[in-house]
């Protein structure tokens, strides 16, 4: 009689293999006409990741590149994007998210600085590595001192069943992930589903995450894509993009980094307001000496608008290349994180990313709701779904 342990590396190599069978577009999309046998139940979360030898043997799942010259290359590790290239100023393809030349820089967790990884399924920190929930307390792993960051190593290594499909506006990779209930210390047996799309006729990249849960649980799932539009291979510094952002508050933090629980206006906070756009560096270190690695909580949908599109959200612009990226979301927040912990080895190519070598932009949730009743909740409830949209648009402008 098979062990448990034995039983489940089989699902868990089942599951590697849908993900090949995907990439050649022997699966569907759901909505999309299926035939075969029905699919293998995906394993749990602990029996997910690859070796590194495992991993450098998935496919790299790529769209395009489309007629405006995007492209974008994944891997099932972490549904992480690896490469992402938009033309420059003078039209020469740029990778502008740093990401690592291999999938097994990805399977290892703890993963250095998530590059480009879908983080869940509570982004951010917790403080004390727990919350209270309908009269019981509900505790994390701890990662970063005495508190919880993106869960623990939360779904750092873990390999995503992937498809890939076309549709009316362009490619489509669907990332799934079945997770167990109490996965994380959370309750609820929980379901994840990422697509990316890139439209066939527009420089953009789309993405949209839901999630469901079979018990009341927290949901705050963040994808965490690090830009840097000199080119990901520049060795530069980001600290000359120009940041605008569509944001008039930010929620302080303290000791531990961990918000303060206030909500805090840009006016008396000149450090940290890109509302009119700036370079980065400019104040950086009156925010912090490390850089800035804040929350903003974006300006509310204005009144009338029931469409639930994207609103803008950020601008960043390059001087050097022209790239600009115009950032637009459904999420309540964005955290601005500049990579003050940097370098970091290993990128594509051999490069060392620099301190300040690239500034992710995560739509998010307000990091440590789940402890602050005046933040908004991010509560998910077994008749609900988890919902976010965000467009990643790109361009170039003329040299000053």
């Not at 206030?262 to 912090?288: H, M, N, T």
């Not at 990226?325 to 940097?342: C, D, E, I, K, N």
């Not at 990091?367 to 976010?388: M, Y």
Request: glycine share 12%.
């Amino acid at each position: 009689m098979e062990g448990p342990a034995k039983l489940l590396r089989l699902a868990a190599w089942l599951a590697f293999g849908a993900a090949f069978v995907a990439a050649s577009g022997g699966t569907h999309l759901e909505g999309a006409p299926s035939g075969g046998p029905p699919p293998v139940p995906a394993a749990p979360a602990a029996a997910r990741r690859p070796s590194p030898a495992d991993a450098d043997a998935l496919p790299v799942l790529t769209l395009g590149p489309n007629a405006r010259g995007v492209s974008a290359s994944f891997t099932p590790v972490g549904c992480a994007l690896m490469r992402l290239a938009v033309p420059d100023r003078a039209g020469r393809p740029t990778d502008v998210v740093l990401g690592y030349e291999k999938a097994s820089a990805y399977a290892q967790p703890p993963v250095p600085a998530n590059l480009g990884a879908i983080v869940g399924f509570v982004a951010g920190r917790v403080a004390n590595a727990s919350f209270a929930l309908d009269g019981k307390r509900y505790s994390l792993p701890r990662n970063d001192g005495n508190n919880s960051l993106h869960s623990g190593n939360g779904w750092a290594g873990l390999c995503w069943d992937t498809a890939v499909a076309r549709g009316g506006e362009g490619q489509t990779l669907t990332c799934s992930l079945e997770v167990a209930d109490g996965d994380q210390g959370l309750p609820g047996a929980r379901s994840v589903r990422v697509a990316f799309t890139l439209p066939d006729n527009a420089p953009e990249l789309r993405l949209r995450i839901t999630a469901t849960t079979t018990k009341p649980t927290p949901a705050n799932i963040i994808f965490h894509p690090y830009f840097n539009l000199n080119g990901a291979g520049s060795g530069t510094s980001v600290l000359n993009h120009i940041l605008k952002l569509d944001a008039a508050e930010f929620t302080p933090t303290g000791a531990g980094n961990l918000p303060t629980g206030q909500i805090v206006p840009l006016s008396s906070a000149p450090a940290f307001d890109f509302s009119r756009g700036r370079p980065i560096g400019q104040e950086i270190f009156k925010a912090s000496p490390a850089g800035y690695d804040h929350n903003f909580m974006l300006s509310p949908v204005k009144a009338g608008d029931s469409s639930g599109r994207p609103r803008p959200a950020a601008e960043l612009t390059s001087p050097a290349t022209g790239i600009r990226l115009r950032l637009s979301t459904t999420a309540p927040a964005l955290g601005v994180y500049t990579a003050g912990h940097f370098p970091s080895p290993g990128g594509r190519g051999g490069v060392t990313y620099p301190r300040f070598g690239g500034v992710a932009l995560e739509a998010q949730g307000v990091p440590d709701a789940v402890n602050e009743p005046r933040f908004p909740s991010q509560l998910l409830q077994p008749w609900g779904t988890f919902e976010q949209a965000t467009v990643f648009a790109f361009d170039a402008v003329p040299a000053a």
